[in-house]
């Protein structure tokens, strides 16, 4: 389904230029976000697709009297990135996965990373932290493949994605991410990474407030509940979901009936105990000695992730604008209603400038403009960077750049500390004053 309207891809699947594995993780579901924005750079895709449209009676159907509404906001982001990215040598069609440089630095990390792993399973705690730390960094090359981003080669991209499994399940992460996260950015109702942290954080309003929450406003607290965030992504979350077939009941697993699919969730989760959690209770020394390595390597990678990645979006500001019931931020109807602008309003940049922030974070410090163009690869994007907030000014979107990761991060603990306290016993005493004013 795009824009309302159903398409059917199966003649056309095998000859995607993007590969088969992208058209096949939106079947079956509205698609319209994910279609825009990966064909940001071309003007051929509407012309490809309006050959597989199915008929159907639908008041939903688009015809040439009932025109498709067009993101005035988005299309001149892509006229403006597109003329930059040329400017500088790129072509964002043909050009826009990893540069020599970026495949360079893939290769470095691997190294690295295998080096470290090899002391993780020989018996070493310094070598469970360091495997963890390269695990992060080689998540740089698995996050690009995920969105299709690493090479214009598909079959690169596909097992590219693997590079994401020290994080989390690769499986997992192309439903919970790529689709999910990516299509309805803070929208309570459809984005899953809303309700990773249900069980020991609330991060929005709409989750009932419960007594654990309150330990939320102390940062020792939060930063325990961070320790704990690989586990979930490569161990329960995953479970859950072969259990269920769905994610939070928001994602469907739609392909789970495909062997390569219903394999590799399982494999991943069988693989992740043995190597990570199991092997160094026979190779270490003493049961403790194992036990925290095991500990090590979860808690690092787990507090990595989470500070590079929860600070993007968890916000006052980046969660109220996703709230589907949060008042318009705008007057001006060139940006009502815009996909575009609400990629912008839920997202936050830091350290734009720097590039030692941009190699440790993974490229999450351009997380507008990975949002907005989630197909260029993350070593482009701070060459558009300077134009996409040039464009949010003229157009009066609130474009939220933090000079500093420090000062990000206490916007998110910001956020925490005010949804710690239970929202009705805040409110409770204001009606009663109230009441009691008007009695008087």
């Known amino acids: 389904m795009i824009h309302g309207v159903s398409y059917d891809l199966q003649e056309f699947v095998d000859r995607h230029p993007g590969g ?9 579901r509205d698609c319209t976000a994910l279609f825009e924005s990966y064909h940001a750079f071309s003007h051929q895709h509407w012309n490809v697709l309006e050959k597989y449209r199915r008929l159907q009676a639908s008041t939903t159907l688009l015809t040439k009297e009932e025109p498709r509404k067009q993101d005035v906001f988005y299309k001149v982001l892509q006229e403006r990135a597109t003329a930059v990215l040329k400017e500088k040598g790129v072509d964002p069609v043909t050009h826009r996965g990893a540069t020599p440089l970026r495949v360079a630095y893939y290769v470095l990390v691997f190294s690295c990373w295998i080096m470290a792993g090899s002391s993780h399973l020989k018996g070493s705690v310094s070598g469970s932290f360091w495997f963890a730390i390269f ?13 299709f981003a690493v090479s214009r080669t598909p079959f690169l991209n596909e097992w590219g994605v ?11 992460w192309q439903h919970q991410h790529t689709y ?8 309570f109702d459809h984005d899953p990474d809303l309700h990773h942290f249900e ?3 609330r991060v929005h309003k709409k989750f009932p407030h419960g007594s654990i ?6 940062f020792a607290y939060v930063m325990f509940a961070y320790f704990f965030v690989v586990f979930g992504t490569a161990i329960w979350i995953p479970w859950g979901m072969i259990q269920s077939g769905t994610l939070y009941g928001i994602v469907e697993w739609q392909d789970k009936e495909r062997p390569t699919k219903a394999l590799g969730m399982r494999l991943h989760l069988i693989l992740y105990v043995v190597l990570i959690m199991m092997v160094p209770f026979w190779t270490h020394s003493s049961f403790w000695t194992a036990a925290l390595a095991v500990y090590v390597h979860i808690a690092t990678l787990g507090l990595v992730f989470a500070l590079f990645s929860q600070i993007n979006h968890l916000n006052e500001a980046s969660i109220e604008r996703g709230d589907e019931n949060a008042s318009e931020y705008t007057n001006d109807p060139r940006v009502a209603g815009s996909w575009a602008a609400d990629q912008v309003e839920t997202s936050n940049n830091f350290c734009s400038q720097s590039l030692l922030w941009h190699v440790l974070s993974n490229g999450l410090n351009h997380q507008i403009e990975h949002h907005l163009f989630p197909g260029l690869n993350h070593c482009h994007l ?3 960077a300077p134009v996409v907030q040039q464009t949010c000014e003229e157009f009066g979107v609130n474009y939220k750049s933090y000079e500093t990761w420090s000062e990000l991060l206490g916007a998110t603990l910001e956020w925490l500390e005010k949804l710690s306290v239970d929202d009705e016993k805040v409110q409770a005493p204001e009606a009663r004053s109230s009441k009691e004013t008007n009695t008087m």
């Open 213 to 218: 929450y309150q330990r939320q406003s102390n």
């Open 199 to 201: 069980v020991l954080l």
């Open 382 to 384: 701070h060459l558009i």
């Open 180 to 187: 999910g996260h990516h299509s309805f950015t803070n929208d």
């Open 162 to 172: 693997w590079s994401m499994s020290m994080i989390c399940n690769p499986i997992l």
């Open 20 to 28: 088969r594995e992208s058209i096949l993780l939106g079947r079956g």
């Open 135 to 147: 695990g992060w960094l080689m998540g740089a090359m698995g996050h690009d493949a995920g969105h």
